[in-house]
């Protein structure tokens, strides 16, 4: 399996980066869109925020990788037939799941289906889990997600809806716990995303090609590195990570004491009535980025610093089309966020 290439050295795209530590201290955000120019590090960063995260403890015996302190409801139905007051579960840590989606996946491996290998040697019906049960508490990557043919497009919908898969075929009727940070990259020139699956990303980011002549010589040096030596290339970076990891778990602890008080409501609110976004999942995502953001650079309660650097990830793709506006949708975000909280 090859080494990933360490998060701590991945030169510039700050904002992607910040997304991907907002979408890991909290996973109700809605995932990460990383749209930009080919070869500017969307991948790369996703797989090395994937070997950053501490492991996680999970039920020893469960397909799903239940959490053993989660509350009932929210168990899959062999974890709940078996929960006992008297008997603890038995546990073990496994590292935080990243499944990749492939373009050319079936439903039935995405999804789950009857597990041929029983049916025709025990003569049962057994549901083979797919690549959502294999994500559960974890990250689901979808490389060129602009591509997704649509009947996935359609079950990821209903899914991240519910957090909670629901699979009904050949005489099987199974629900299971399918709770994920859905992250996509792409490039737009190779098509746009469906509305409805675009509504459903926390954040998006938006990457660039380095213009600067230290920076891309920076990048390539770095990575030239990596590739003659994987294995001390990471150990040169061990420590950083490290630092990393730890500033997220910190985190993952101090977010329920953040305090977002009505002032920091309303200014959420009036900025997004400023820009037009339909619907309220502008504000409820953020509101919670901002709240995982302040949780990370251990401040107490959400400010104003928070929302305007939050405000062009969260809301630049839910703004309407205007036909009359040439600026880019980072562009008005930004001219909204100084009008309202002028520096």
Not at 66 to 72: I, L, S
Not at 137 to 159: K, Q, S, T
Not at 191 to 206: C, H, I, K, N, T
Not at 257 to 276: K, S, T, Y
Request: glycine residues 8%; negative net charge; aromatic residues 4%.
């Amino acid at each position: 399996m090859p080494v990933p290439f360490p998060f701590s050295a991945i030169v510039g795209q700050e904002e992607m980066k910040l997304a991907l530590l907002i979408g890991a201290v909290d996973s109700r955000i809605g995932g990460v869109l990383v749209f930009g120019d080919r070869g500017t590090g969307k991948s790369t960063a996703i797989r090395a925020l994937a070997a950053l995260l501490p492991k996680m403890k999970v039920v020893a015996d469960c397909r799903y990788g239940c959490d053993p302190d989660a509350e009932v409801g929210v168990l899959c139905a062999e974890c709940r037939g078996s929960r006992s007051e008297t008997t603890p579960f038995k546990t073990k840590q496994v590292p935080v799941p990243v499944v990749d989606l492939p373009l050319g996946a079936t439903e039935d491996r995405v999804i789950g289906a009857l597990d041929l290998e029983m049916a025709l040697t025990r003569g049962e019906k057994a549901f083979e889990p797919g690549l959502l049960a294999r994500a559960h508490r974890g990250f689901l990557y979808i490389d060129e997600v602009n591509l997704l043919e649509d009947h996935l497009v359609d079950a990821l919908l209903d899914v991240a809806a519910s957090g909670e898969n629901l699979v009904e075929r050949e005489g099987l009727s199974v629900r299971h716990p399918a709770r994920f940070v859905l992250i996509g990259s792409g490039n737009p020139e190779e098509g746009e995303l469906r509305p409805q699956l675009l509504d459903r990303f926390g954040l998006s980011v938006e990457v660039r090609t380095p213009q600067d002549l230290q920076t891309r010589v920076q990048v390539v040096r770095l990575r030239d590195e990596y590739e003659r030596d994987p294995a001390a290339f990471t150990e040169k970076w061990k420590r950083k990570d490290a630092k990393v990891r730890k500033r997220i778990t910190d985190a993952q602890a101090l977010l329920p004491e953040i305090e977002v008080n009505d002032q920091a409501l309303e200014q959420a609110a009036r900025l997004c009535m400023a820009l037009g976004t339909d619907g309220l999942r502008g504000e409820l995502t953020l509101i919670r980025a901002c709240r995982a953001l302040a949780a990370l650079e251990g401040d107490k309660s959400v400010e104003v610093k928070h929302l305007r650097r939050l405000a062009p990830p969260a809301l630049r793709h839910r703004l309407r089309r205007d036909p009359l506006d040439e600026s880019g949708s980072t562009a008005r975000v930004d001219r909204v966020v100084q009008e309202l909280f002028p520096a």
